[in-house]
């Protein structure tokens, strides 16, 4: 008896030791950030906790992501380029397909070495049919929604309500619940405190992994009120407002989840990603304020705006914190990083993998090149239906070299950040992506932003208004605001409504241009991109052979025919809709 005794306590202690070296995982989606929304660059909103994990961390400086939700999430979950998972657009929530499922996910892969998994938040990957959701793609528990957006306080999304409690793995049908309890309560807080709790409830004998999908800054824009009065004498632009305090309900949450790793002892062997899915929605239909400044495009674009994503890294035993990692890194390279992390080296994928780790140059603040190129993917909403969506805009990035084949798709202007703040005075009207070229010019001079050429124009009386050309960072003063028409300028008056744009020609087909930009010399794509194509034909002659290969193994989802969309299912308890798989 004590023999067998001392033989179990010698077994427990060898799975005990072979988890104490792994460190704790927290992977943080933020939803639809603009590169200028954080703390560490906007200096506008207030984000104490991210600017920690960057201060603490490293800030990638040079990483991509696709342009829009689902796409970014497969390459999260995979390591694989969207265009190989067939998830290359957004997952409508009557959609009968989602992530395959020969695809492993990193909650695959750290479950079998040991980790306890849990999913909290969006998901947004496919739920048609229950094989296709958190608990049966890895994930020990889930709680949040399956499809991609909804109000933050009903969780109403397309007439039926999505807000679920998966509470073990497989969790299906006669298992998952929905979470009418939390009907009413802002997902936010929900999503924090629904990680707080597994934080809390966690056993320690096996690490941790938790994966915190936030809907936050996704539209709506919806947040307490007590947080948009947080800007009310630092924010005079209502929406921009309204988004800064939708951030910092974000962020504060991440703070409580920062104390509950800390008092429950799993902080100090922490690795933490904090990543965004892709760029923020500017001039599109979702935009609620985000800005990408100084960067063309957003959300839907493959503009730098649009797929030059905000992510920061942080690791025990990192060699420099507070620095910038400037290698080219994607979001398909944090399944091979965190498995390095968690000491998962030597493995076999079924699929090839895309993705590349760069754990050991993230801990060391640098070091070689980990790609050769990455796939920046195509511009999404720009296809008819049922349309190839690699032939309206697909782009890859080569060193200093960025290769868009048919355009970057919408939104393609600049937008600056609604930064005025209520206390300035003698403000001028502005627009942005408006430049006008009629009137007089008064007078020219080189300036850093708009508010160098309205505090000039204020102080002359003849000025009317002026253009300020983004490209040029130069002010030509007007003493009439005329002739406007869109492009890379901001263009203010002194008096009256801020200048618009005359009608534009009508939208023709989608461009069949090769564009080309040095993201050295010009990174945020000022120089006409068909100009430098010209100027560099052996460039785009590479770039167009690189990218035919590329596409020889794209793939694009489809619906499943044997599984139609029958309408949303009634619960039986409430009568009331709900979002379920169907198949």
């Given at each position: ?8 306590m ?14 704790n995982?927290?992977?943080v ?17 207030k984000t104490?906790?991210?600017d ?15 342009d829009?939700?689902s ?11 969207a265009m ?8 409508p ?6 992530l ?15 980790y ?6 969006k ?16 994930f020990?528990s889930?709680?949040g929604f399956y ?12 007439g039926?309500y ?16 929905p ?6 309560t802002?997902?936010?807080?929900a ?25 936050a ?5 919806e ?7 947080a ?7 209502h ?24 008092a429950?002892?799993?902080f ?11 760029g923020?929605?500017?001039?599109t239909?979702d ?22 994503g905000?992510?920061?890294f ?35 994928s ?9 754990y050991?140059n ?11 190129y ?6 999404t909403d720009a296809c ?5 969506e ?7 990035r ?7 084949r ?29 430049c ?7 007078d020219?001079?080189?300036a850093?932003?708009?508010a160098?050429c309205?505090?000039?124009c204020?102080k ?8 300020y050309?983004?490209g040029?960072k130069?002010?030509?003063m007007?003493?009439?605001v ?10 203010g008056a ?8 005359g009608?534009?020609p009508?939208p ?20 006409d991109?068909?100009?430098?194509a010209?100027?560099?034909?052996d ?11 590329v596409?020889?193994t ?13 309408g ?14 169907w198949?």
């Amino acid at each position: 008896g004590v023999n067998m005794a001392s033989k179990y306590m010698l077994v427990l202690a060898s799975i005990v030791l072979a988890h104490a070296d792994k460190p704790n995982i927290l992977m943080v989606v933020i939803d639809d950030l603009g590169f200028d929304d954080v703390g560490f660059r906007s200096h506008q909103i207030k984000t104490p906790t991210v600017d920690q994990i960057a201060k603490d961390g490293i800030i990638l400086d040079s990483y991509y992501v696709q342009d829009v939700c689902s796409p970014s999430r497969s390459t999260f979950m995979t390591g694989r380029y969207a265009m190989h998972t067939s998830i290359v657009d957004w997952i409508p929530p009557q959609s009968a397909y989602g992530l395959p499922l020969n695809e492993v996910t990193l909650a695959d892969k750290l479950k079998a070495n040991g980790y306890d998994t849990h999913a909290v938040g969006k998901w947004h990957l496919g739920f048609y049919k229950w094989e296709m959701t958190p608990t049966f793609r890895g994930f020990n528990s889930f709680l949040g929604f399956y499809s991609g957006g909804e109000d933050y306080f009903t969780h109403m999304t397309s007439g039926a309500y999505d807000f679920r409690r998966d509470i073990s793995p497989n969790c299906g049908k006669n298992c998952s619940q929905p979470a009418f309890d939390l009907d009413g309560t802002y997902s936010t807080i929900a999503f924090s405190d629904a990680a707080v709790q597994v934080i809390q409830q966690h056993d320690k004998s096996s690490p941790l992994f938790l994966y915190l999908a936030y809907q936050a800054v996704h539209a709506p824009a919806e947040v307490p009120q007590s947080y948009v009065d947080a800007y009310n004498s630092t924010i005079m632009d209502h929406r921009r407002r309204v988004f800064a305090g939708m951030l910092s309900c974000m962020d504060e949450g991440l703070g409580n989840v920062t104390a509950a790793l800390q008092a429950a002892g799993l902080f100090d062997n922490l690795v933490t990603v904090f990543t965004t899915d892709n760029g923020g929605p500017t001039t599109t239909g979702d935009g609620v304020g985000a800005s990408n400044w100084p960067f063309k495009g957003g959300k839907h674009s493959i503009w730098e705006g649009g797929v030059h994503g905000t992510a920061v890294f942080r690791a025990t035993g990192m060699q420099q914190r507070g620095a910038h990692y400037g290698n080219l890194m994607h979001g398909v390279d944090w399944l091979p990083t965190l498995c390095e992390a968690a000491g998962i080296t030597n493995w076999s994928s079924p699929l090839p993998l895309d993705g590349r780790s760069h754990y050991k140059n993230l801990l060391a603040g640098s070091g070689p090149q980990m790609h050769p190129y990455v796939v920046l993917g195509n511009s999404t909403d720009a296809c008819k239906d049922n349309a190839n969506e690699s032939s309206c805009g697909f782009g890859i990035r080569v060193g200093e070299w960025k290769f868009l084949r048919h355009g970057g798709g919408i939104p393609d202007t600049w937008i600056p950040p609604a930064n005025m703040t209520c206390g300035d005075s003698g403000a001028c009207n502005e627009s942005t992506s408006v430049c006008c070229p009629g009137g007089n010019n008064l007078d020219d001079f080189n300036a850093t932003s708009s508010a160098d050429c309205c505090a000039a124009c204020q102080k002359n009386e003849k000025c009317a208004g002026y253009t300020y050309n983004l490209g040029e960072k130069k002010c030509w003063m007007k003493d009439k605001v005329e002739k406007c028409v869109s492009g890379a300028c901001i263009a203010g008056a002194k008096n009256g409504d801020a200048p618009k744009p005359g009608p534009g020609p009508a939208p023709g087909p989608v461009s069949n241009l090769t564009l080309l930009f040095n993201l050295t010399t010009d990174p945020h794509e000022h120089v006409d991109g068909v100009t430098t194509a010209a100027a560099n034909e052996d460039v785009v002659s590479q770039m167009n052979s690189l990218l035919d290969t590329v596409l020889e193994t794209y793939t694009q989802a489809t619906n499943d025919p044997a599984c139609p969309f029958p309408g949303w299912e009634t619960d039986p308890k409430t009568g009331r809709k709900i979002m379920s798989p169907w198949c």
